[in-house]
């Protein structure tokens, strides 16, 4: 009889979620700004600034990646989402100008995977966003790679994740 | 369980009175019934998994098969359920009165470990307070029993 050993599933590629991938579960719960486009009857008990019975057209809420992705239609009818700040042009100009200065894990644990599900919105800057987070990778791969192997006495662990993370950018490339 | 009335619920409304604007309600509890399937599957797809590792003894390998039989019987049997949603049917049919349970060991059943990595040792007669969803599936094998006072 077979035994099978534990292989965590490991987060998708690119703009791919993996269903079983406690990454991308966990990813997928990231909140984004976004705004209704239509009416939600009866849901109106979710929404606590008002007392409405549905959720109105044009609420604005925070609603997590799982929601947004399968409300979302290209038709734009149901939900829009906003962009949250790190992938605005005011940030990109940022990472541009010098990918490695920036705290990444202050800006959200999941920069790059965050920002490849972004593209799925259909937002007209996609290329824009696509291009920042890959560049952003490169940029900071040669520092990560440098750290991982060569930190004296320090805990390697936390850098091999945010390492695994920053890796999922390298599939997007190809998926362009 | 409740989510998923809602939405058959309010499916059927949609269609019998031809309330078509109901439709953005039901994809959003759709979504929320996915997103629990997900959620649940990957617990159990770790669980199972998991378990194959422990330290089994002899009957260990009876066991081990009984888990994968039961896994698969268990997974087609929530596919059948409910349509494309189908239904996870290991959680509780009514919402539990608390999250903690206070429970005692029936038999040795040696290292149990909670969410926090705590490691509890469960032996014969022991008594411990542990998170209710935790201990349902020893609860069903009779490795504790729920102290109800």
Redesign the interface.
């Known amino acids: 009889m077979e035994t099978h050993s534990y292989l965590p599933v490991p987060p998708g590629v690119g703009m791919e979620e993996n269903f079983l991938s406690l990454d991308d579960i966990l990813l997928s719960h990231e909140r984004l700004p976004s705004r209704t486009e239509c009416t939600f009857p009866r849901l109106g008990f979710l929404e606590k600034s008002s007392d409405s019975r549905d959720i109105q057209e044009g609420t604005k809420m925070e609603m997590p990646l799982f929601l947004a992705k399968g409300l979302y239609e290209r038709k734009r009818r149901v939900v829009s989402v906003e962009l949250p700040k790190v992938y605005k042009e005011g940030w990109r100009t940022v990472f541009n100008a010098d990918p490695t200065v920036v705290d990444l894990h202050k800006m959200g644990p999941y920069y790059y995977g965050l920002g490849s599900q972004l593209l799925h919105f259909d937002s007209p800057e996609n290329p824009e966003i696509a291009q920042a987070v890959l560049q952003t990778f490169i940029g900071r791969f040669r520092r990560t790679m440098d750290s991982s192997q060569n930190a004296y006495n320090e805990d390697t662990s936390a850098l091999g994740i945010w390492f695994h993370l920053e890796l999922k950018a390298t599939g997007q490339k190809r998926n362009d | 369980p409740t989510l998923c009335l809602y939405s058959v619920t ?1 499916t059927n409304e949609a269609k019998s009175e031809g309330k078509s ?2 439709i ?2 039901i ?2 509890r ?3 019934l ?2 629990n399937q ?2 649940i ?2 617990y159990l ?2 669980s199972f ?2 378990r ?2 422990t330290n089994w003894t002899e009957d260990g ?1 009876v066991m ?2 009984w888990f994968n039989q039961y896994k698969k019987s268990l997974a087609t049997f929530m596919r059948s359920l409910g349509g494309e949603e189908g239904l996870d049917i290991t959680q509780d049919m009514k919402p539990p009165k608390s999250l903690y349970i206070e429970v005692r060991c029936l038999k040795d059943h040696g290292e149990f470990e909670i969410d926090d990595g705590t490691i509890i040792l469960l032996k014969k007669n022991s008594q411990h307070f542990l998170p209710r969803w935790k201990c349902e599936q020893l609860i069903r094998q009779g490795v504790l029993e729920h102290i109800m006072s």
């Open positions: 309010t604007e109901l953005p309600t994809k959003f759709h979504c929320c996915l997103r997900r959620c599957a990957a797809y770790v998994f998991q194959q590792e390998r081990l098969e």
